[in-house]
């Protein structure tokens, strides 16, 4: 059996998000980088949100104008509130509207129970889920204003909520994290039921362990990478362009009957892998 090392390359229909308008948060950087790309690939225009680093910013918005889609980057705290209402403002100024969110932008700050400052709780919690509150709420209020346009969608708008395989599994030393994925889930499937008859669909994507910066001790050396092994049963550590191809899904009309669901994309880390041999 041959033994396939990383994600699948080139499966991306080119066509499938014509037209439409897409923000991605936190995507100069691992699954919202490899997401923001592949919303372009699949012919959606994007707007590239970021914090910090407007150089790799602008290397997203060049690579996802090579697919012929216009992209633009744009500097905003997605725990700020008016930097996020001027983010949408002007995402509806330059590209007409929103069709799609995708809430990734997310951060750690790890630290045992007793240790953990205030200022670690409230930074996660901030940014994690007050980040997607605020991100959701805007992009809400443009799809309720602009309805369905059926060439372009079945749906008036899409949600897609970056969580973590942490909103199901307990994770010491992480109590911020986890705590702020925990609230994620109630917040997606909540918005889900409250937007779902304007045909507004909100998911969510919980990714379990993939290469990316905000966990690269996980695997960055043989040992630590040994050790992730063991809690995924497909055996191999995820790369962004799993998340991304889930999240272009996810978007598309192809699954315009899937609302409220969290996608777990984590090579069935979520199915207690331990008792495949105890218990
Ligand atoms: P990453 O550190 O590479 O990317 C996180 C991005 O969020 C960065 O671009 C960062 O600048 C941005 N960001 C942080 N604070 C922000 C703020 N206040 N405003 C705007 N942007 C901000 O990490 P990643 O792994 O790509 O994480 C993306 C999302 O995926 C996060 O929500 C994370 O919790 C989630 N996730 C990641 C994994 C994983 O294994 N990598 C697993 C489960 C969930």
């Known amino acids: 059996m041959s033994v396939i090392q990383g994600a699948p390359r080139g499966v991306i229909p080119g066509h ?16 919202g980088k490899a997401t923001a790309i592949g919303l372009g690939r699949a012919g959606a225009d994007v707007v590239v949100n970021y914090v910090a680093g407007r150089g790799e910013a602008e290397q997203v918005v060049e690579e996802i104008s090579g697919f012929g889609v216009r992209a633009m980057a744009y500097e905003a705290d997605v725990s700020q509130e008016d ?5 949408i403002e002007r995402m509806v100024q330059e590209f007409g509207t929103i069709d799609i969110l995708v809430a990734n932008a997310g951060l750690q700050r ?3 129970f ?16 007050t980040g997607q509150f605020l991100c959701a709420r805007e992009a809400t209020k443009e799809f309720l204003r602009r309805g369905v346009v059926p060439e372009v969608s079945h749906a008036a708008g899409k949600i897609i909520c970056m969580s973590s395989v942490h909103q199901l599994i ?13 609230g994620v889930q109630m917040m997606m499937e909540t918005l889900a039921q409250e937007l779902a008859p304007h045909r507004i669909r909100v998911n969510a994507i ?4 993939i290469r990316t910066p905000i966990n690269r001790s996980a695997w960055d050396t043989p ?3 040994k050790d992730l092994l063991q809690l995924i049963p497909y055996r191999r550590v995820g790369d962004p362009e799993d998340i991304a191809h889930a999240v272009v899904g996810l978007a598309s009309d192809l699954m315009d009957y899937v609302v409220g669901t969290t996608l777990y994309v984590d090579g069935g880390m979520t199915l207690f892998p331990g008792f495949a041999t105890g218990g």
């Open 110 to 112: 790890d630290a045992p």
């Open 206 to 209: 919980a990714p379990g362990a």
């Open 16 to 31: 499938l998000l014509k037209g439409q308008k897409a923000l991605v948060t936190g995507a100069n950087s691992g699954i």
């Open 114 to 129: 007793t240790e953990m400052t205030t200022a670690q709780w409230q930074k996660v919690l901030d940014v994690n889920l």
């Open 170 to 182: 307990p994770w010491a030393g992480h109590v911020n994290y986890a705590a702020s994925k925990g």
């Open 223 to 225: 040992d630590a990478e």
């Open 83 to 87: 930097q996020v209402v001027a983010m």
